[in-house]
C-alpha cells in the first residue's frame, strides 16, 4: 500500500492566502508612484506685501503665496531695514501656482489689476523705492509674457500715462518675517483699516474700475 500524504484544507487556504498577498506586495512595489503636480513660481512688486497676498490666494491653482523682498543687494535683510529703503529691496510676493490649473497669462492679469503701475517709487500711501512695482520674471517664457501683457496695457490707451513697472530677472527672494505672512488673515481689522486709510481700493477702482 503506498502512503500519500494529505494535506488539510486550512493548511492549504494558508498557503494560498500568504502567496497571493505576497505577489499583490510585489505588484505594489513595482507600481510607479503617482507624479507630483509640476509647480511654477511667479513674483511681483505692488507695494504693501500684506495687500498682494489676497487677491492671488483666492486663484484655484494658486498653492502659496509668500511675502518677502527681492531685487536688493543686501544679504538676509529685515522688514525694518527694507522699509528705511537702504538696501534696494522691493516688498514682493512669490506665487507658487500649477500651469495646469492657472496661467501665467492670469496671474499678470491679476497682477495689473491690483497696482498703480503709472507710479514710480510709490504705491498709494507707501512712498520709497522698496515700494515699486515691478515683474520678476523666472524664465524667458515668462519674460516674453509680462512685456507682451504690458504693451497691450499700453496701447489700450486705458490708464493715460505710461507704465513705469519694471520686467527684470528674478534674484534671490527673502521671505519675510513670520508676522507679515497672511497679515489679512491674522490681523483682519488692523490690515482692512490700513488698506482703506492707503486709498488702495479707491485709486485701484479709479484706474481699472471693477475691482478684480
Excluded at 511667479?42 to 518677502?68: N, R
Amino acid at each position: 500500500m503506498i502512503f500519500r500524504p494529505t494535506i488539510s484544507t486550512s493548511l492549504l487556504a494558508s498557503v494560498l492566502v500568504a502567496c497571493l498577498g505576497a505577489n499583490a506586495a510585489a505588484q505594489s512595489a513595482a507600481a510607479p508612484a503617482p507624479a507630483a503636480a509640476k509647480t511654477a513660481t511667479a513674483t511681483f512688486a505692488g507695494g504693501c506685501f500684506w495687500c498682494m497676498e489676497p487677491p492671488f490666494d483666492k486663484l484655484d491653482g494658486v498653492v502659496s503665496t509668500t511675502s518677502g523682498y527681492i531685487g536688493g543687494s543686501k544679504k538676509d535683510p529685515t522688514y525694518e531695514e527694507v522699509s528705511n529703503g537702504a538696501t534696494g529691496h522691493a516688498e514682493a510676493v512669490a506665487i507658487v501656482y500649477d500651469p495646469s490649473k492657472i496661467s501665467y497669462q492670469k496671474l499678470l492679469d491679476v497682477f495689473w489689476h491690483n497696482v498703480d503701475p503709472t507710479t514710480a517709487n510709490r504705491q498709494f500711501c507707501d512712498r520709497g523705492s522698496q515700494y515699486r512695482t515691478a515683474i520678476f520674471y523666472h524664465d524667458d517664457e515668462q519674460k516674453k509674457l509680462a512685456e507682451k501683457s504690458k504693451e497691450e496695457i499700453e496701447a489700450s490707451g486705458k490708464l493715460g500715462k505710461p507704465i513705469v513697472t519694471e520686467i527684470v530677472a528674478a534674484t534671490r527672494f527673502y521671505p519675510a518675517e513670520d508676522y507679515h505672512q497672511d497679515y489679512y488673515e491674522k490681523n483682519p481689522i488692523r490690515y482692512k483699516y490700513y488698506r482703506y486709510q492707503c486709498g488702495r481700493d479707491q485709486r485701484l477702482e479709479e484706474l481699472w474700475g471693477t475691482k478684480k
